[in-house]
C-alpha cells in the first residue's frame, strides 16, 4: 500500500511537534505538511491533498469546524480526524455531521492515534481493493457495524480489526506454508503493516488456529513467519 499522506493542523507548536514525532514512528504514513493556522490548514490542504488531516478545533483566526464543513462542500477527498480540547457535545454532534473519521480528545496518546491512523489505513485499502459492494462489505466499511458480523459475531473485535480482512488472511495462508507478514500483504493487496497486525491478532486469540515462529535468513536476521496450524487427524 502506497504511504497515505497525512497533514497536520494544530495552531499550538509543541502539540504539532509531538504529533510529528508520533507520525514518524508509523511507516504506513507520510508527512506532508505542518500548518498552524486555519488560513495555513486551508491552503495546504487546497495545495496539497492530503489523505488525512489532523485538525484541532481552536484556531487563533478561526474554528477548525468550518474547515471540515469546507471540505465536505468542496467534495474534497481529504478525510479528518479531529484532535482537541473541545469537550462539548455539540462539537462532537457538529463534527460527526461532517463526517470525520474519528474525534480524539487532549491530550493525546499516541496508541490512540496509532489506532484511528491504522483503522483508516484499513479503510483506504478495502475500499481500493473492492470488486463488487455487497451488504458485509457496506456493514464492514460502516463503523457500526465493524467487526460485528460473520463467524466471529460472537464477541466483538477490537478496533482496527474487521471480519472481512480476517476472512481474507484465512483464505491466503489455509495451504499451511510458512508466510511473513509482508508476503501476506502482498498477497491480499495489503501493507505489510496491517498483515502483520491482523496475524498477531489472530495469533493472540487463544485459538491456537495460527502459530508464529522465528526464523533465520541467510545473514542471520530473525524474521516472524505464521502458519495455520491443521488440526489433528
Known sequence: ???????????????????????????QVEL?????????????AD???????LLDVYFPDGNGLDLLRELR???????????????????LRTA???GVFDYILKP????????????FCDHVERLSALKHLGQDEVDALLPRNSGESGHDSHHRLPKGIDVITLDRI??????GKRWSAEEVGSAMGASRTTARRYLEYMTGTGTGTLVAEVTYGSIGRPER?????????
Open 32 to 44: 506532508c505538511g505542518i500548518a498552524h493556522t486555519l488560513a495555513d490548514a486551508r491552503e495546504q
Open 108 to 119: 493525546l496518546i499516541f496508541e490512540r492515534l496509532e489506532e484511528a491512523i491504522n483503522r
Open 170 to 175: 484465512r483464505e491466503v495462508i489455509a495451504d
Open 96 to 98: 460527526l455531521r461532517g
Open 225 to 233: 513467519r505464521y502458519r495455520m496450524q491443521r488440526p489433528p487427524a
Open 47 to 53: 495545495v496539497l491533498k492530503p489523505d488525512l488531516i
Open 73 to 91: 462542500a468542496s467534495n474534497s477527498s481529504s478525510d479528518v480526524i479531529l484532535i482537541t480540547a473541545a469537550k462539548e457535545v455539540e462539537t
Open 1 to 27: 500500500m502506497t504511504p497515505i499522506r497525512l497533514l497536520i493542523a494544530e495552531d499550538d507548536r509543541q502539540i504539532a511537534e509531538i504529533q510529528r514525532r508520533f507520525i514518524q514512528r508509523l511507516e
